[in-house]
């Protein structure tokens, strides 16, 4: 064999190694693509879980607000009257007028500038 023979055999056997380096290291890339995968897709499981539970969660919110938000009213009068007879002015019997006030508003207020 003369020398160019063996260069050749030399450089032939250089490329198949790197060949085969190269098939190693695309072999260890894919396993990890694989893995990768592997965990986005149980994480997609995951965050599926998370968000049915910020939704619920959402909704408990919500649903408190509206038990919390509830009105203030308040007796601010109570004005009693006697029902009389025309004829004979006797009491006949008693009227009570009885005042409300929302105080929702006022609650709001208040609390909001606590």
């Not at 894919?30 to 995968?37: E, F």
């Not at 499981?45 to 038990?67: F, G, H, P, R």
Request: aromatic letters at 6%; proline letters at 1%; zero cysteines.
């Amino acid at each position: 064999m003369t020398a160019s023979e063996i260069l050749m055999v030399d450089f032939t056997a250089v490329i198949a190694g790197t060949g085969v380096i190269g098939a190693i290291i695309f072999g260890g890339q894919l396993t990890v693509m694989r893995h990768q995968l592997n965990e986005m897709k149980s994480a997609g499981a995951y965050t599926k879980t998370a968000a049915d539970a910020a939704m619920l969660s959402a909704e408990v919110a919500k649903l408190s607000v509206i038990a919390v938000q509830r009105v203030f009213v308040f007796i601010t009068a109570i004005k009693p009257s006697r029902a009389v007879d025309a004829r004979s002015n006797d009491v006949m019997g008693w009227n009570f007028d009885v005042q409300l006030e929302n105080r929702e508003i006022l609650q709001r207020l208040m609390s909001s500038r606590v």
